[in-house]
Every structure is written in structure tokens, then in C-alpha cells.
């Protein structure tokens, strides 16, 4: 009895009742391939600014979206009518087969920015996510 | 008078002694919650639970988590596992994109990896996956910098621990 008392508050204190998901991505080679990607290729950028996204991309023009208050916090119910995800979703049914996005983002975006981001883009259908720092995309 | 209240009393201390809780229920209901919490702490305990301070970024990601090596970052350091590794100042304030310490650590941890493998008679270019526990404020430079050096050190395959929800 004694030994149940003591193990229920233990195991109760170090269980965690919070879901942890991943979202998984691979990295490049350590070596790239000195080829750049094909003249074709939509190369989809998602630039985000301190108060915007900017979404870029080759043959489409460029879209300034707002970040709305409260900034990098959205929902799975949400993301479907974020302007973000519309916009991507545009992009996405004109040049079908686009599952390629990079996300450029500045060196003191905070992590929470950059997984809400990535969120709305997998909703439009952008599943292949790719990061990097606006200092080496300029 | 005085005779009905002692009876009473009597009758009531003898029924006290009756109504008292069942031991066997108590056991039953704590029984059931040990095998319920014990449940939990398996499902998703130990190993993906992030170090205490810090706070994972919301996401509505619904891959669940794997077990593999974590790298944590909270506020203040770099860990690999529970083991302080580096300081995140420090890599911020390193011109370079490698962290030294981790790529030592990473090396050490693949190296093992690779000999679990080979002792196992797998296939040694299996892939590795590495979980990031990031706090949700850490700065983008930081994960960068982590991410490169799991890149040089051989961990390609990278999954990004989120807590589910808005």
C-alpha cells in the first residue's frame, strides 16, 4: 500500500500528458551539387519578415501577407483559411506538382515563427521544406 | 434515558468500525491508476519528454515521435541527451556555423551508434535520425547553426519536436 502511494505521485510527476509530434525534414549533402536547379524549377521562396511574409517564386509575382496579431500562432482548423495558405494553395494549383518551399528567414526570427510557417505551408500542400538564412540568400 | 444514548453510541462506534473504506477497492482504483499512469509514462515518457524549462513550439504537425537521439536547445544551452554540451551564447556568438563541442559529442554518438549496428550485424549506413527539442524562442541563427553541425557530423534525417495544438 505503502509502495502504491509512493509510486503514483512519482509516476504522475514525471509522466507527460502533453502530445509531442516531430515534423521531419532531411538535410542537404554535405557536399551540394555545384548544378543549380533547373531554369524551369518555380524555386518557391517564403521570406518572413518581422511583419510579413513574402512569398517569391520564378514566374510568380511577388505576395506581401501580413503576419497577423498574434504573430506565429495559428491552428490546424485555422491554417486552411490563413491568407498565407491561400496564397501558397494559388501558387500550388497553378504550377501543379510544386512540393518544393524554401523558408528564408532572418538569424533572429524566433523558432515558433519558422514552425508556423512551415505549418501553413504544409497545409497548401508543401510538404518538402527546406530552411535557410536571409544573410546567405542575399 | 442514559441506557438508549450509550447503546446508541455503541451502536454507532460499531458501525464506524464497519463503513471504514475497503481496503481491496482502494487497492482496485490504485491498481488501475498505477497501470494508467504507468501507460502514459511509456507512451510518452523519458525519452521525448524535453528537458523542464523548456517550452516547445505549437504546431499542428501529426507525425508522432520517434524514438532517436535528441539535441535540445533551451534558453540557455545546447544538450545532447540530458548532457549540458554547450552554451547557447556562446554559438551565437561564434563567427563559425559549427558548433565544436557538438560536432565532438555527435561524432562520439555515431560512432556508437555505427557499433550498435555493426554488433547487431545491421546494415551500418542505416539511416540517423536526430530529434531537435527547441524552445519556441530560441533564434533562428541558433538552429541554423545546430542543424549545420548535425549535417557535418552525418545526420541528415531531422525531425523537429512540436507540441500538437493552437
Known amino acids: 500500500m505503502n509502495v502504491f502511494i509512493v509510486l503514483i505521485p512519482m509516476l504522475l510527476m514525471s509522466a507527460?500528458?502533453?502530445?509531442?509530434?516531430?515534423?521531419?525534414?532531411?538535410?542537404?549533402?554535405?557536399?551540394?551539387?555545384?548544378?543549380?536547379?533547373?531554369?524551369?524549377?518555380?524555386?518557391?521562396?517564403?521570406?518572413?519578415?518581422?511583419?510579413?511574409?513574402?512569398?517569391?517564386?520564378?514566374?510568380?509575382?511577388?505576395?506581401?501577407?501580413?503576419?497577423?496579431?498574434?504573430?506565429?500562432?495559428t491552428s490546424a482548423t485555422d491554417a486552411t483559411s490563413h491568407p498565407l495558405t491561400q496564397a501558397l494553395a494559388r501558387i500550388v494549383e497553378e504550377h501543379a506538382g510544386t512540393r518544393d518551399v524554401r523558408i528564408a528567414a532572418d538569424p533572429t526570427t524566433r523558432y515558433q515563427a519558422i514552425v508556423t510557417t512551415m505549418d501553413l505551408a504544409r497545409a497548401a500542400g508543401l510538404t518538402d521544406v527546406g530552411l535557410e538564412s536571409t544573410e546567405q540568400a542575399q | 434515558m442514559r441506557r438508549s444514548t450509550s447503546r446508541r453510541r455503541v451502536r454507532s462506534g460499531r458501525l464506524q468500525l464497519h463503513s471504514g473504506v475497503s481496503l481491496t477497492s482502494l487497492m482496485d482504483i490504485l491498481t488501475?491508476?498505477?497501470?494508467?499512469?504507468?501507460?502514459?509514462?511509456?507512451?510518452?515518457?523519458?525519452?521525448?519528454?524535453?528537458p523542464p524549462g523548456l517550452a516547445l513550439p505549437r504546431s499542428s504537425a501529426e507525425r508522432p515521435m520517434t524514438t532517436s537521439l535528441v539535441v535540445a536547445i533551451d534558453r540557455g544551452s545546447i544538450l545532447?541527451?540530458?548532457?549540458?554540451?554547450?552554451?547557447?551564447?556562446?554559438?551565437?556568438?561564434?563567427?563559425?556555423?559549427?558548433?565544436?563541442?557538438?560536432a565532438t559529442r555527435l561524432e562520439a554518438a555515431r560512432a556508437q551508434m555505427e557499433n550498435i549496428r555493426r554488433l547487431q550485424g545491421s546494415d551500418s549506413t542505416g539511416t540517423r535520425m536526430v530529434t531537435i527539442q527547441g524552445d519556441e524562442n530560441i533564434e533562428f541563427r541558433v538552429l541554423q547553426k545546430v542543424m549545420y553541425t548535425l549535417n557535418q557530423s552525418g545526420f541528415q534525417d531531422i525531425a523537429l519536436a512540436v507540441i500538437k495544438g493552437s
Do not use: N
Open chain 1, 16 to 73: 507527460v500528458f502533453i502530445e509531442i509530434r516531430v515534423i521531419e525534414m532531411s538535410l542537404p549533402d554535405v557536399a551540394p551539387a555545384a548544378e543549380p536547379p533547373p531554369a524551369e524549377a518555380l524555386d518557391l521562396v517564403i521570406r518572413i519578415l518581422p511583419d510579413a511574409w513574402v512569398v517569391e517564386g520564378r514566374g510568380v509575382a511577388a505576395q506581401v501577407i501580413a503576419i497577423p496579431p498574434p504573430a506565429g500562432r
Open chain 2, 80 to 102: 545532447v541527451g540530458s548532457e549540458r554540451i554547450a552554451s547557447v551564447q556562446d554559438a551565437e556568438a561564434s563567427p563559425e556555423l559549427l558548433i565544436a563541442p557538438l
Open chain 2, 32 to 50: 488501475c491508476l498505477l497501470f494508467f499512469v504507468l501507460k502514459s509514462f511509456v507512451a510518452g515518457g523519458e525519452v521525448t519528454a524535453p
